[in-house]
């Protein structure tokens, strides 16, 4: 059978317009598969040099197939579950640049480029010390950048129209923020010219972004079954879910030299993209956290079957749609299509994903995910959100680390899980109920408040607490 490359599958090739930093299973299944939809739908003419930030990586790999691989995308496609496939041209070669140094500082003299994608871990956006202007290259991704930077400079001798637009996809706040200040501090420490330090600040752009697509990334498991479907090797297969979001703050000027929006992509421009990471942190992540106790301790093990359930599905949904969605400040009509497209991704029929898998360190998700809903609907509706008040009770009897005589596997600090011990010791009927939970939503450094002081929530946790423990979970979700 044959390999994957440019000679047994005719390709297009395109002008080397984007570097990227990272060749990794992410980048390929999200940001480089919509740079093909945008070559094949809207004449982006978008070639990608992929350039390995570490020093061992997927380069050889990706040159002995010449840049192509075949993108898996599985899920729920309107209200259909599809899984499709491609191949993915947009990747001229891959840089290696612990071996090729001069090939990857040669990229700074091309007229043609003019974006920077990354995703070098959250680690990558990082300060390290002792990089130097001299190293072949420096270790660290915004080292590597500077220099690059410089060489491109000094090559167009600061010429305003080859800047470049940093489109960074690392899951830290403020991604393209952070990397622009450690490229300045690191300017500093070089002592390189206020010229050149004047032509980052007015000439290029650094955008911050918000990503969402869950990529499992190589089917290792299904290799065998997938070559047979294809009927080539392809060492670089990686799977990804069918939904997408890529919100890019910054860039609105842009948007044209970067035409996803024409291709139908579900890739927002905008001036500010807090609405949007709240609305993912609330929604997508919010339901998760809100769903992990109560639906365990209801006898569920994965997502899917959770949003499935009869009960428990109509529970979620009201929860999302009752509770979380009030409490933000988009239009509803679009928070309720992103609700749906999340109960889609809940439910997607090729991914099994458990529920404990999820439950690390549940309860400062908690704190982030779930509490500023509950405390905004407080605010907004003066009254408790049922659903959300229900998922902190089923939290509380969770970190008991026993259901039903089974033993929880509580995956968190082991200060909280002591404090947990500690509290419900001291439980011995339902009367201490409401000191158990009292205890729990004193905890400030679990929750940085006393949750006691909002009106009737230890009271009512308490009575939760009462029904899960007298195993009436399933008529506490029906009522």
Known sequence: MKQLNRSTHQTKSYKERIVQFGEG?????FADWMIHQMNQKAGFDG???AVQPIDKGLVPMLNEQEGLYTVYLNGIKDGEAVSEHEIVDCIQRGLDPYRQFEEYMALADNPDLRFVLSNTTEAGIAYHENNSIHDTPPSSFPAKVTLLMHKRYEAFEGAADKGLIFI????IDRNGDNLKRIILQYVE???LSGAFKDWIEKHNVFTNTLVDRIVPGYPKDKMDEITQQLGYKDQLVVEGEQF???????????????????????VVFTDNMEPYRTRKVRILNGAHTTMVPVAYLYGIEYVRESVEDEVFGEWIRQAIFEEICPTLDLPDEELRSFANDV?????????KHALMSISLNSVSKFKTR?????????????SLPVKLSISLAALIAFYRGEVAGKSIERNDDQAVINFADKVWSAYNDEASLTKVSSDFLGNQEFWGRDLNKIANLTNTVARYLSEILDGNIQKLLKS
């Open 47 to 49: 070639g990608v040099v």
């Open 189 to 191: 420490e070089w002592q």
């Open 343 to 351: 109960l889609d991704r809940f439910r997607n029929p090729y991914l």
């Open 244 to 266: 997408h979001l890529w919100v890019i703050e910054g860039a609105e000027q842009f948007r044209e030299e970067f035409p996803a929006e024409a291709c139908g992509l579900n």
């Open 370 to 382: 779930v509490l500023p809903s509950l405390l905004g609907y407080v605010e907004r509706k003066g």
């Open 25 to 29: 299973n992410f980048l390929r299944a």
């Open 168 to 171: 960074p996809c690392e899951l």
